[in-house]
């Protein structure tokens, strides 16, 4: 069964860090670039960054740039989003999500999705 499961998220202070993780079973993730999206409600899942097949990082939003940094463990067969110096408007639900191809910002283009995550950065 293809699953994909992220935990890692929470309550943090502004400032603070987290490190959310997409791990996979059923599949390997190495043949997929690995998006991870955000989504708050009443609005549209939002892409964050991408990791590719070959572990170049994609940006998409701005406003995470210096801060995020995503990476992959094959062995674990699991990727990591690194947020550190988090900041209230972070806040949302995190989803990884899988694309046989190159990254792309936009949710529809990706497969398989997990769960999610939900970060909360509040003081």
């Known amino acids: 069964q293809v699953q994909l499961v992220e935990s890692g998220g929470g309550l943090v202070q502004p400032g603070g860090s987290l490190r959310l993780s997409c791990a996979a079973s059923g599949f390997t993730l190495d043949d997929y670039a690995i998006g991870w999206f955000r989504q708050v409600p009443g609005k549209e899942r939002e892409g964050v960054l991408c990791?590719?097949?070959?572990?170049?990082?994609?940006y998409y939003l701005d406003s995470v740039k210096g801060r995020f940094t995503i990476s992959r463990d094959n062995v674990k067969n699991t990727v990591y989003l690194q947020m550190n110096s988090l900041k209230p408007e972070d806040t949302a639900v995190y989803f990884c999500a899988t694309r046989a191809r190159f990254c792309q910002p936009k949710a529809g283009r990706y497969d398989n999705w997990g769960q999610g995550t939900r970060v909360t950065v509040s003081s």
């Open positions: 990791i590719s097949r070959n572990g170049g990082n994609t």
